[in-house]
Each structure stands twice: as structure tokens, then as C-alpha cells.
């Protein structure tokens, strides 16, 4: 599966937000979440940022239904 998200690597957290928002991330945070798609089943499709010295290190996708478990990151 291709990630269409690789330009975002190297960005600043004001950069993030300035293309996806601010949601429900706390800004101090490491690692910041956006829901960016959903079937018609209800599968979240959710983009996982993580960043380091306030610049966007990796980024992964995970689908799940419900509830994202954050200890699984």
C-alpha cells in the first residue's frame, strides 16, 4: 500500500497544523493522530505523526474500527 503522507516528513508541528488542524492533539505530545478516512463499514482509516525535536520524524497509517488503542501505536 502506497503512503501518500511522505511529504511531511521534516515539517514542524506548526506546519501539520497549518495543513490537517489542530483536533484533538496536544501540542507537547510526540505523537498526534488524524482520522483521514472512513468506509462505509465505519473502518477508520488514521494517520499516525510522530515527531522528534518538534519535527515530524515517521508516519504510518493503521485502520481500525471503534476506538484507536494508543498503547498500540
Avoid: Q
Avoid at 482520522?35 to 505523526?49: C, Q, S, T, V, Y
Amino acid at each position: 500500500m502506497k503512503n501518500h503522507h511522505h511529504h511531511l516528513i521534516g515539517k514542524s508541528k506548526k506546519d501539520i497544523i497549518d495543513s490537517y488542524g489542530h483536533e484533538f492533539n496536544y501540542y507537547p505530545a510526540s505523537i498526534w493522530t488524524y482520522e483521514i478516512g472512513r468506509n462505509w463499514m465505519g473502518k477508520r482509516k488514521i494517520l499516525i505523526i510522530v515527531f522528534e525535536n518538534e519535527i515530524v520524524k515517521t508516519i504510518r497509517i493503521k485502520y481500525c474500527y471503534g476506538k484507536l488503542n494508543s498503547n498500540k501505536l
